[in-house]
T-cell receptor, first 114, second 117 residues
Framework: AQKITQTQPGMFVQEKEAVTLDCTYDTSDQSYGLFWYKQPSSGEMIFLIY??????QNATEGRYSLNFQKARKSANLVISASQLGDSAMYFCAMREWKNNDMRFGAGTRLTVKP | DTGVSQDPRHKITKRGQNVTFRCDPISEHNRLYWYRQTLGQGPEFLTYFQNEAQLEKSRLLSDRFSAERPKGSFSTLEIQRTEQGDSAMYLC???????????????FGPGTRLLVL
């Protein structure tokens, strides 16, 4: 069963504006981690931000923040002040305590327009 | 501080040939993962090593696939008798050990793009 859902295949944002990429997940575990990765056209997966299921504060890393709503099982990525270099695929992923693997969503392609 | 490296970056082969990919993790990371990513999809887990021990294999890893990490450092992924359906990006990732596995951030290499003709 699909555990990570990214409903936006593609998103456009104007340079310097903020954008939110949606992610919902499904788990019965109480302990899990949520991750966002960026994949440029070169192919490398670049780690952006992590949120633990027990973290009460939303994670932030520079221009990236994670809007974590545990009851709704959502972990949306917010990118502030978009830059042209932010154009890429973005993947949401989850790792449950009991599993060794990380489950990824299908990704959202973000295009930043000048 | 070097990241995860993979070799080769690209591989074109004919159906039925064997191919081998190499992954060098971040030096202090004891955990290593292989994933496969097909076009338009997120990565899918293949297998996982803790040091030299292969602790988990996905059902995606058919008998034609084998992975090793002989000294707990670099890892190889071999595909025997390649098929056109094996065409994909093969990603390697490594992570340091954390108390809670769900806290472990995996750092990925650049991947190996395989095309089977």
């Amino acid at each position: 069963a699909q555990k990570i859902t990214q409903t936006q295949p593609g998103m456009f944002v104007q340079e310097k504006e903020a954008v939110t990429l949606d992610c919902t997940y499904d788990t019965s575990d109480q302990s899990y981690g949520l991750f966002w990765y960026k994949q440029p056209s070169s192919g490398e997966m670049i780690f952006l931000i992590y949120q633990g299921s027990y973290d009460e504060q939303n994670a932030t890393e520079g221009r990236y923040s994670l809007n974590f709503q545990k009851a709704r099982k959502s972990a949306n990525l917010v990118i502030s002040a978009s830059q042209l270099g932010d154009s890429a695929m973005y993947f949401c992923a989850m790792r449950e305590w009991k599993n060794n693997d990380m489950r990824f969503g299908a990704g959202t392609r973000l295009t930043v327009k000048p | 501080d070097t990241g995860v490296s993979q070799d080769p970056r690209h591989k074109i082969t004919k159906r039925g040939q064997n191919v081998t990919f190499r992954c060098d993790p971040i030096s202090e990371h004891n955990r290593l993962y292989w994933y496969r990513q097909t076009l338009g999809q997120g990565p899918e887990f293949l297998t996982y090593f803790q040091n030299e021990a292969q602790l988990e294999k996905s059902r995606l890893l058919s008998d034609r696939f084998s992975a090793e990490r002989p000294k707990g450092s670099f890892s190889t992924l071999e595909i025997q008798r390649t098929e056109q359906g094996d065409s994909a990006m093969y990603l390697c990732a490594s992570s340091p050990r954390r108390t809670a596995p769900s806290e472990e951030t995996q750092y990925f290499g650049p991947g190996t793009r395989l095309l089977v003709l």
